[in-house]
């Protein structure tokens, strides 16, 4: 059975575009790097190229493009140690071993530069655009970790890290305390299982975790400890011998909010919004920090300032959002001009060369 993982590798984030493509394709034997702008089909190449290998029966992860829910800006083949990946910005991308690990595909080859030089002036407006959209809602998602860390200061003025630390003890006993064995070669990856879009925010979490036997659901409000948590038992899983995948918050990259750790099959997240995860699965677990670490009152006590903040940091990541379909809209239109521009069918014609050096 063919078994796909979804995930990003950049993200719209509250300090701007934040790139882990180096961690996602960290490793890699092999890596095709495609360069070419804006509608050059560099993801229509790696997705049927992603449907060759789905076809030979290999396991596939897919790296999802933040800024347009219906692309992919990615692709990975772990059982080939094999990459293809869009390699234009905001996640440049350039070859270290050129001809040895990574090769360039250019689709800018096959563009017909002469037909863009008469539309120039529009490509060019909708170029700087789409980069002051992106930067009103970077400047806004800034705004929202702001008002973010206000709700923080008001929860972590009744915070137990005395009863925090005991969860986490009581948590690292239940993970670590039946015998295993270390992993022969100890593998720590970062990857994002979600991302602010221009559809709002997106998760892959249940794709991520499908085959994982135990998870532990992380609740809690702002500064009640849950990424504190998840970096502690990270740490110590690699202490003890064990591969950890790391998913940095995709609004705060700083923040973790879900670690795996494969040998054991655990997946250790934080389940509240915007990527609320409730138990239904059997071997699913809450802990809930807010309940065990913190003393309720204070949403009794602040609830006039609580609920302000509340509202005004939604307000804030709508708007953000709403700058990002602006340009998605505004990128969509550039797009369509550069299609104009390209000879498809050597696209396709170099693809095929590419699938066939693996038949």
């Given amino acids: 059975m063919v078994q ?4 990003y590798a950049g993200s719209n984030s509250s300090v701007g575009f934040y790139s882990l493509f180096n961690e996602a394709i ?6 095709y790097i495609l360069k070419g702008g804006p509608g050059t089909g560099k993801s229509t190449f790696m997705r049927k190229v992603g449907l060759f290998f789905m076809g030979k029966g290999y396991k596939l992860e897919y790296l999802h493009c933040s800024s347009d ?3 992919i800006d990615g692709l990975v083949v772990p059982e080939l140690s094999l990459g293809f990946v869009d390699g234009t910005a905001p996640h440049v991308i350039e070859p270290r071993y050129p001809g040895v690990i990574e090769k360039v595909i250019d689709l800018g080859q096959y563009r017909n530069d002469s037909y863009l030089e008469k539309q120039s002036k529009e490509i060019i407006k909708l170029t700087d655009d789409i980069t002051e959209a992106f930067q009103a809602a970077y400047q806004v998602f800034s705004e929202a970790k702001s008002i973010h860390l206000e709700k923080e200061k008001v929860y972590l003025s009744t915070m137990d890290f005395t009863k925090a630390d005991k969860v986490t003890n009581e948590l690292s006993g239940k993970i670590f305390g039946q015998p295993f064995e270390r992993d022969e070669q100890i593998r720590v990856k970062k990857r994002f299982f979600g991302a602010a879009t221009p559809r ?3 998760n892959f979490i249940e794709n991520i975790t499908e085959d994982i036997d135990k998870r532990y659901l992380i609740k809690g409000r702002p500064g009640s400890g849950k990424s ?3 970096k502690r038992i990270g740490k110590e899983a690699e202490e003890r011998g064990l591969s950890v995948e790391y998913f940095p918050c995709a609004f705060d990259p700083n923040s973790i909010d879900m670690i795996i750790i494969p040998t054991l099959s655990v997946a250790i997240l934080d389940a509240t919004a915007p990527h609320v995860v409730d138990p239904f699965r059997i071997n699913d677990e809450v802990i809930d920090m807010f309940k065990l670490c ?3 009152r204070i949403e009794i006590t602040h609830e006039k300032e609580l609920t302000k903040l509340n509202t005004d940091y939604k307000n804030k990541v709508a708007l953000g959002t709403n700058f990002l379909s602006e ?4 990128h969509d239109k550039l797009e369509n001009i550069y299609m104009g521009a390209m000879d498809f069918r050597a696209v396709d014609f170099k693809r095929e060369e590419v699938i066939k050096s693996f038949e």
């Fill in 69 to 71: 829910n219906q692309s």
């Fill in 4 to 7: 796909i993982k979804n995930y």
């Fill in 200 to 202: 709002g925010a997106v």
């Fill in 294 to 296: 913190m003393d309720p």
């Fill in 228 to 230: 504190t948590l998840m």
């Fill in 26 to 31: 960290k490793g890699l034997n092999r890596l």
């Fill in 327 to 330: 340009a998605k809209r505004l």
